[in-house]
């Protein structure tokens, strides 16, 4: 057997269960006596309740309860602030956290007015159909200027404004770099996100156990701890009487770390009203208004450069679409703020931005988290300069490159983790290079006069970016060698997908040389572990694989210390392989580590004292800050000159985030990152009316990228291990799907020679229509 | 996304379902593959308190290819048979041509040719086809049978000239002249998606490689499948150059009135008419000889 676990690309362990059907997810749960919940959902962007009936709807046969935010009670609370914001010196932050009903106002269209409990979903949607609600419709908020405008209507009547947040960070002197540029180029950009539309929508059930006085809840959430601790305490009921469990989950990508969504706050609260079983399950309807988003901003940008096309400052000023409610702080657009200065050595920085209220759907991180929007600033402002200055692009980003030295590198602001922005390790021309070798960069400009003499229309595109990863606070991890030899590692973190049971089960077993196959992974069960953050901004690898690692490392140490004593030998004389420890050069001479499990919990006989039973450690890890990321993306694009239909002919990924665990894992990471990178370029987009309504909430109107959209890529490493983990890793949710945005308005500027035609893409999403627009302005 | 309460039934002869329908008129629609109706009833935009279920009515699915190539296709014939049926891909071979832009294979296997033109989506693609191919509707109702052209069916947006109590029971297909070409073409945002815009040409040329007739007619363009006789009119008498192909594209473009979608712009929508009327139209040239 391999002794060297991590690094191996292991197929992954929970695929038999996913693939044959025998993985439980939350809408699998059936309860004997389980009722259903269904939600009258506003059909407005902004309108007063004048009036809500529901006698029809309590009267239909079949319904348990109807309740409006009159009913709650004392429960009616506004949700916590999940993430407040930094210390920040002279921001402005005006936090308003969504409501678990509507009272009053409603101000977004999707947000819940009346829940109905009945014995089907069938009758439970019937009766809210019975529901009459008197509305006064209200003008809305939904242009980003329009709102910081003195006379624009006011999602919150009770703030002076719009402004949710208006935030400025500085490094450096820009005015004095501004002065002594050679070369100032302005730009403005807007940058429109859509929905995650994981495969699983959004889900709970909730039991009440009135004999074990215990509440079990099944969440589709990223964070099972932190849902286990809020329920406690918003129901009155101690922590262990609350199990929350997070089972497989078909994505998360961001939204499912929101909390607490009003259905999170309302199922469990029925269930134990009710005493029995309540389920909801969220259609892609609702998901498309009332699960969380990401949404448009829009920058003005200006980069001062000396004559060489060295970045002397950036000066950047941007608005924030943060929907109705801002539960999750500053984190999106802190993101885009600190992840626009990108790889490159920018002495000076002058940023500000302020985040808006509008009469959407609420915004919190969706895979990128606003880093996408910051990339795409920078990278085209570099294209608009290389132009400028007559480089070439590669060569104005090889100039700019934080030098392999400079690490760690410091950009004096301070990021969403509330750390200053401090670039750990990296090694980023490598990165370029390897990117413009495998897409062929040096030989495109005459493959693309080839393709062009036939009528073709190609363009390549080559990015990069970082990734700010693998932040805190901390999480933990408990190993144990049971007495059949196998080991389990329970962590706090939910799993969506990313492989956990693999990852995790790889760097124990690179510890205690078992197989990884022999490895049992929990996540995101309140019951067998409860401590723990959850799984956002590219961070499972690192802090729980580190905490995971670390206990491994200790469960070590139980194994040979037990093992010296049976031997009665010294630990150095032994080895830890294949299940089991044996001396070195006596191979006879073996115990297995079931045996010594079963050693370490005596069942008879005197222990020494302070003794510790058992094969088994906790440990927990909190970096001192986040790891950052880094690659590039190259693409060959073909447009249709005619249709703007594009097709991808080439998609190279170079990805540095440390050690890699697991290169197959990594490489589904990537490619799943670069698919919605896809989709948020040229596929997906959100599309509202002025009055608020979204004009495309299902998936036959909202185009998600198919398999056929998304090309085979080149996926290919260079490893700068990360100082600030023992593993030497770096976080890789985010990576595949940053700089995606910024690659496509880069190729298809190319393709189509836009800025020989005094044509630039200058916002994301595209489509081909929006594209023949920008082509032809005058229609 | 549950739908609403309805009574379900399933007849198994044509009678009896037309007498079925004739009873709840307005209340009641007929269920055939459920490719649109179901989502529509999920959604809850849809809700028929009866459905008369289709599926076990028998003969209604038959397509049969006639001694002189003109072709019937049974309302009731799944739209994954017709392509794959090798006597209707050779008489009239823009039907496979089309049906295979039609969504993805798991609802072809399921929607039927007759639900798809009774539902009238002006997006869709065989309302087109059949203005192009000059279909006519064969219709019963308990009160008889009538003929339609397919240039009279289509009267809006999913609205036909269906009255309440009425079924399509047939498409009938006239033969395509010798040296006729045909070709469907669209552009769609995803592959198995709703066209941008789509156009069906049928082109007949004489022995001496003159045109001597042309059909053509849009999805996507309009409140109904659009037909283009202006356009089509101008290439007869021509060999269909690129200027008289530019010629027809150019007039096309005025004979269609894209209403634009969250996809795409009218003036997209035109844009790309012309364009993919003259590559149809060229497609279909070739093929003609």
């Known amino acids: 057997m391999e002794t060297r676990q991590i690094g191996r690309p292991l197929t992954r362990n929970e695929d038999p269960r996913l693939l044959t059907g025998r993985a439980l997810f939350v809408d699998d749960v059936e309860l004997p006596g389980m009722l259903h919940a269904a939600f009258l959902r506003s059909p407005h962007a902004r309108a007063a309740i004048r009036s809500i009936d529901t006698d029809a709807a309590k009267a239909r046969a079949g319904v348990v309860a109807v309740i409006t935010a009159e009913d709650l009670g004392e429960y009616w609370q506004p949700g916590p602030l999940l993430v407040p914001p930094p210390p920040i010196k002279g921001m402005v932050f005006r936090q308003r956290c969504q409501v678990p009903l509507a009272k009053g106002e409603v101000r977004h269209v999707g947000e819940p007015v009346v829940m109905v409990v009945a014995e089907s979903r069938y009758v439970a949607e019937d009766a809210v159909g019975d529901i009459v609600v008197e509305y006064e419709p209200l003008p809305p908020v939904i242009g980003l200027e329009a709102a910081l405008s003195s006379d624009s209507p006011r999602v919150h009547a009770d703030l002076p404004d719009n402004i949710a947040a208006d935030v400025h960070q500085a490094k450096g002197d820009y005015a004095a770099a501004r002065a002594k540029a050679a070369h100032l180029i302005r730009r403005r950009f807007t940058y429109d996100r859509g929905a995650s539309n994981p495969m699983e929508t959004r889900g709970i059930v909730a039991q009440w156990d009135h004999k074990a006085e215990k509440l079990t809840v099944w969440d589709t959430t990223q964070a099972p701890v932190f849902i286990r601790n809020g329920l406690a305490a918003m129901l009155g009921l101690s922590e262990r009487q609350v199990r929350v469990v997070a089972p497989f989950i078909g994505g998360g990508f961001g939204p499912k770390m929101m909390m607490f969504y009003p259905e999170e706050v309302l199922v469990p609260w029925m269930a134990l009203r009710l005493d029995r079983p309540v389920k909801w399950i969220e259609d892609r309807l609702e998901h498309f208004t009332a699960t969380t988003q990401e949404r448009s901003q829009v920058h003005d940008c200006e980069l001062a450069l000396d004559a060489r096309g060295k970045i002397l400052g950036v000066r950047d000023d941007f608005l924030m679409d943060t929907g109705a409610y801002n539960p999750y702080g500053l984190t999106v657009p802190l993101n885009s703020q600190c992840t626009l200065l990108n790889c490159y050595d920018v002495p000076a920085y002058d940023s500000r931005f302020r985040a808006i209220y509008t009469n959407r759907t609420l915004v919190t991180p969706y895979r990128g988290a606003g880093r996408q929007h910051g990339i795409f600033v920078m990278e085209r402002m570099l294209d608009a300069a290389a132009r400028e200055l007559g480089l070439d692009r590669a060569e104005i980003r090889r100039r700019n490159l934080i030098p392999a030295d400079a690490f760690p590198y410091h950009n004096e602001l301070i990021y969403q983790d509330f750390a200053p922005l401090t670039y750990d390790s990296g090694n980023y021309a490598p990165i370029l290079d390897k990117a413009l070798h495998a897409i062929g960069y040096a030989e495109f400009a005459a493959e693309k006069a080839k393709a062009r003499a036939e009528g073709r229309h190609l363009g390549l595109g080559v990015v990069c970016y970082v990734e700010g990863t693998g932040i805190g606070p901390y999480e933990g991890a408990k190993v144990r060698v049971q007495a059949s030899g196998k080991v389990t590692l329970a962590t706090g973190v939910g799993t969506q997908g990313q492989g956990h049971f693999t990852s995790f089960a790889q760097v124990v077993a690179e510890q205690l040389g078992v197989d990884v196959r022999d490895v049992e992974v929990t996540t995101g069960d309140t019951d067998v572990f409860d401590w723990g953050a959850g799984t956002f901004a590219s961070r499972g690898a690192v802090v729980t694989g580190s905490a995971a690692h670390g206990a491994a490392v200790e469960v070590r140490t139980k194994i040979l210390k037990t093992a010296a004593e049976h031997f009665e030998c010294a630990e150095a004389d032994l080895v830890l392989a294949d299940g089991a420890v044996s001396i070195a050069g006596v191979p006879e001479n073996r115990i297995t580590l079931g045996e010594l499990a079963r050693l370490a919990n005596p069942m008879r006989g005197a222990v020494k004292p302070g003794t510790v039973p058992g094969l088994e450690a906790t440990s927990y890890f909190g970096p001192q800050m986040g790891a950052t990321a880094a690659g590039a993306h190259a693409m060959v694009i073909e447009i249709d000159a005619q249709t703007m239909r594009p097709t991808i002919l080439r998609y190279v990924v170079v990805h540095d985030c440390g050690t890699v665990l697991n290169p197959l894992i990594l490489s589904g990471q990537i490619q799943g990152g670069v698919a919605q990178g896809i989709g948020n370029a040229f596929f997906e987009e959100l599309v509202w009316t002025d009055d608020g309504q979204l004009l495309n909430a299902s998936l036959a109107d909202y185009l998600l990228p198919t398999a056929l959209d998304v090309p085979r890529m080149d996926v290919l490493h260079t490893e700068t291990p990360s100082p600030l983990n023992p593993l030497g890793t770096k976080g890789a949710g985010e990576g595949g799907a940053i700089p995606v945005g910024a690659l496509f308005a880069q190729a298809i500027e190319d393709a189509l020679d836009l800025p020989a035609r005094g044509i630039e893409v200058s916002e994301i999403p595209l489509s081909p229509s929006r594209l023949w627009e920008i082509c032809n302005p005058s229609g | ?289």
């Open chain 2, 1 to 289: 996304m549950k739908p609403a309460p309805f009574d379900w039934h399933a007849p198994e002869s044509v009678a009896e379902a037309l007498a079925l329908k004739a009873r709840h008129g307005e209340d009641a629609r007929f269920l055939a593959g459920g490719q649109s109706l179901v989502p529509a009833m999920n959604f809850r935009i849809a809700q028929p308190a009866v459905l008369v279920d289709l599926n076990r009515v028998a003969g209604l699915d038959a397509i049969a290819v006639g001694a002189d190539g003109s072709l019937t296709i049974g309302a009731m014939a799944r739209n994954a048979a017709i392509e794959r049926h090798a006597g209707a891909v050779k008489s009239h071979p823009i039907l496979a041509e089309a049906l295979h832009e039609v969504a993805h294979p798991q609802v072809r296997n399921r929607g039927t040719l007759g639900g798809n033109l009774s539902h009238a989506d002006p997006a869709s693609e065989m309302p087109a086809v059949m203005l192009a191919l000059a279909a006519r509707f064969l219709i019963r109702s308990a009160r008889g049978e009538r003929q339609v052209a397919a240039a009279e069916f289509f009267l809006g947006p999913l609205t036909t000239a269906l009255e309440l109590d009425e079924m399509l029971a047939e498409i009938r297909l006239p033969p395509l002249p010798p040296r006729s070409g045909t070709a469907w073409l669209e552009i769609a945002r995803r592959r198995g998606e709703y066209a941008m815009m789509g156009v069906a040409a049928v082109v007949t040329r004489d022995a001496a490689g003159i045109c001597t007739a042309v059909r053509l007619a849009c999805c996507s363009a309009g409140p109904t499948p659009m037909a283009a006789p202006k356009a089509a009119a101008s290439l007869v008498g021509t060999k269909l150059t690129d200027a008289d192909l530019a010629q027809a594209a150019a007039l096309l473009k005025q004979e269609i009135a894209p209403t634009g979608s969250v996809q795409a712009s009218p003036a997209y929508q035109r844009h790309l008419a012309g364009v993919i009327a003259a590559r149809a139209l060229a497609t279909a040239w070739e093929r003609a000889a």
